[in-house]
């Protein structure tokens, strides 16, 4: 149970090392994107990577060239979907979401909190967090794709170009 042989930890030292420096390699190869968390499939890609290098690692039932190779599939697999959401229309919303405005001019939309499953309490913490005291110093708040919650103060709303492809923004203040 505490210790079976050298071998094994032998094996986890030489394989965890490999392992390691392959992964690297890959993620250098194939650029930043693969573990930006940018989307939910950003994500799974990246929870997918650790999981096969501990299982390389940790598994004897796993040879090296299995794991290598699921790596490499899940790294190209990440190159391919960023290339089709990045360079033919539509691409993005197919694998991404789209962004939901869930505080507008100061006040709490509602309906897009319940369509997001998101509580108030989330969105004043997300508005503390962001060095704001309440809602009437809020420009907008916006659901983004990867989960977070953007806080734009009203001083800093500007132009509005940076809302402006968020569906649902209105740029003139309403009521």
């Known amino acids: 149970m505490w210790f079976d042989s050298w071998s094994a930890v032998l094996r986890i030292v030489l394989v965890g090392a490999a392992s390691y420096v392959a992964?690297?390699?890959?993620?250098?190869l194939s650029g930043k994107r693969v573990l930006a968390k940018l989307s939910a499939f950003d994500l799974v890609v990246t929870v997918a990577l650790g999981s096969m290098l501990a299982?390389?690692?940790?598994?004897?039932?796993?040879?090296?060239?299995?794991?290598?190779?699921?790596?490499?599939?899940?790294?190209?697999?990440?190159?391919?979907?960023?290339?089709?959401?990045s360079r033919l229309p539509g691409g993005r919303s197919f694998v991404n979401a789209e962004p939901t405005v869930v505080v507008m001019h100061g006040?709490?939309?509602?309906?897009?909190?319940?369509?997001?499953?998101?509580?108030?309490?989330?969105?004043?913490?997300?508005?503390?967090?962001?060095?704001?005291?309440?809602?009437?110093?809020?420009g907008a708040v916006v659901l983004e794709p990867d989960g977070t919650l953007s806080v734009v103060g009203r001083s800093s709303v500007g132009d509005g170009q940076a809302l402006a492809a968020v569906p649902g923004w209105s740029g003139t203040r309403s009521g």
Not at 23 to 28: P, T
Not at 61 to 71: E, I, N, Q, S
Not at 115 to 134: C, F, K, N, P, Y
């Open 23 to 28: 992964l690297v390699v890959l993620l250098r």
């Open 107 to 138: 006040r709490l939309l509602e309906e897009a909190l319940t369509r997001m499953r998101l509580t108030q309490d989330e969105v004043m913490q997300a508005i503390r967090s962001s060095g704001h005291g309440g809602l009437d110093s809020v």
């Open 55 to 85: 299982s390389a690692v940790l598994s004897k039932d796993v040879r090296y060239v299995d794991a290598l190779t699921g790596m490499a599939l899940l790294v190209l697999a990440q190159l391919a979907v960023t290339t089709v959401t």
